[in-house]
């Protein structure tokens, strides 16, 4: 199971064991993705979320290389080797098939929404 705190400091944990997520981005994107679980997102308006002042090809390139991080962290790990995300070439969206918890319930707040990510 997947379980990721926003609350607080960002934390991410794969059957109880930590998941190294370094990249920023990448961790935008999964929260983002979790916050609207079962929405398929267009890739462009991703980029241009969390890359706003990069050229599209760009933004576009740093969206793949953080679905490729994500994709590496928390991999295909579900039963019948499911993945968490949903992804083809238009869209992107976070599995709620998955068996993933996230804490964004008011009972275990523990601090700002991603402090120190200053995306809107």
Same mark, same amino acid.
């Given at each position: ?11 991410? +944990? ?6 190294? &997520? ?8 999964? !929260? ?7 929405? !398929?997102? +267009?890739?462009?308006?991703? !980029? ?15 969206? +793949? ?8 962290? &928390?991999? +295909? ?8 995300? &949903?992804?083809?070439?238009?869209? &992107? !969206? ?27």
């Amino acid at each position: 199971m997947l379980e990721v705190k926003l609350l607080g400091q960002f934390d991410a +944990r794969l059957d109880g064991n930590p998941v190294e &997520i370094a990249s920023r981005p990448a961790q935008s994107l999964l !929260a983002y993705l979790m916050l609207n679980a079962g929405t !398929a997102h +267009r890739r462009e308006k991703l !980029a241009g979320l969390l890359w706003p002042d990069t050229a599209e090809a760009n933004a576009r390139r740093n969206l +793949r290389q953080a679905l490729w991080r994500l994709r590496q962290a &928390i991999g +295909r790990s579900q039963p019948a080797g499911r993945d968490y995300l &949903i992804a083809d070439d238009i869209t &992107i !969206a976070f599995d709620t098939a998955s068996e993933y918890r996230l804490d964004t319930a008011v009972s275990v707040y523990g601090g700002d929404l991603l402090p120190g990510f200053y995306d809107e």
